[in-house]
């Protein structure tokens, strides 16, 4: 495949050799490379809604010029997060059906490839790690992805892609209920309902790396994983009555899993004034069953009508927290997962080309762990 590259007023074409690495432009020295003109390059396309067998994997798919703030990342490692999945099978269908076919994907980990006008803070060559938000419509399982430069960070050195590319989104959407959100401060009390999945752990992480006491619940096999990582208590949600096991009175809880059961047992072991915040709202679903005119306000209408209910009968503040960039966070996610305070660990890995067995495998719940796809 051939590329072109816009270095200034000259333009450059890289022959792809057979692996499809021809952009280790680090060692060409073109770091004042501004524009890239890659004209087409493989993606996972969705052309429809379905099971995994509606996943095209595309040797022709259009690379779009870099705007002034974006940044073309040559793919090593993308994560397979549950976003994908629903997405695939029709979440979100209001907002993606008119612009299907569409890229999965939303973490990535790789090389700047070429950056926008605009960006100064990233040089074509370095490697960096980061995540689109969930509304993107062009993703990241794709040998070229563009992303804002406020959405990547450089990698740490001491982690591998495929570690790499399984923590910003997840960790994101983490930072934004208990950072933004709830401003969780040191030496307050934390409940994390799920702590075994990416997102719960990563919340676990960035609270004890704040000074909070975290309790959380999970799997059995997700207990000492969750200890090492600093939390307080972990109980055993297939085992243990959590209602009586979970004591005390928290700032905030971090409801991963969200249904009325943990809705309602979260709510009250809050102290007045904390925050619950699920990662469960309803306005995509809404949405998706009434269209934007019927399910925005309804999705509105249900959030305000339980943020006065819950204010006035608890004194909590209830919310439903989404991932977001935002460049602090993910500036303090790469702080702490470059000295081994933030990790995601990686159940298994697939070739790009297996993306269809790694979406059957979530699906199926053959694997409850992370899966990362990797690129060549
Ligand atoms: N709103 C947003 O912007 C946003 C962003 C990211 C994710 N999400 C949603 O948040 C959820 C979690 O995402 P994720 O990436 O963390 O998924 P994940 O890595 O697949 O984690 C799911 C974990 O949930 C745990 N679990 C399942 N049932 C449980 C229960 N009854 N009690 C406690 N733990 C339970 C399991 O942990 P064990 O292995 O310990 O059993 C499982 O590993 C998904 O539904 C996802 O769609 C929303």
Redesign the pocket.
Known sequence: MRCLLQRSSKMLVVNRNRSGDSFALSKLGFNELRRSVVTSCRAVLLPRFGGPEVLELRDDVNVPDLKPNEVLVRARAVSV???DT?MRAG?GRSLFEPLLPVILGRDISGEVAAVGQAVHSLGVGQEVFGALH?TAVRGTYTDFAILAEEELTPKPESISHVEASAIP??A??AW?ALMSTARIKQGQRVLV??????????AIQLAVAAGCHVS????????DR?LAAGADQAVD??TED?EVSIKGHFDAVLD????P??ERMSINLLKKGGHYM????EAASLTDKYGFALGLPMATGILLQKQFQYRFSHGIEYS?????ADPEGLHEIRRLSEVGKLK?PVEKTFPISHVREAHEA?DKRLI???VVLELD
Do not use: D
Not at 195 to 202: I, Q, T
Not at 278 to 281: D, P
């Open positions: 997060n549950p976003l629903r979440y969930p989104f997840a994101l959407t934004r309902v799920g702590g075994g999945g990416a997102v719960g752990f990563s959380t619940t999970c799997g059995t096999e997700s207990i969750i949600y297939t959590y991963t899993i969200g249904v059961e943990t699920t990662l469960q709202g439903w927290a989404y991932m977001r995601v979530k409850s762990g992370k």
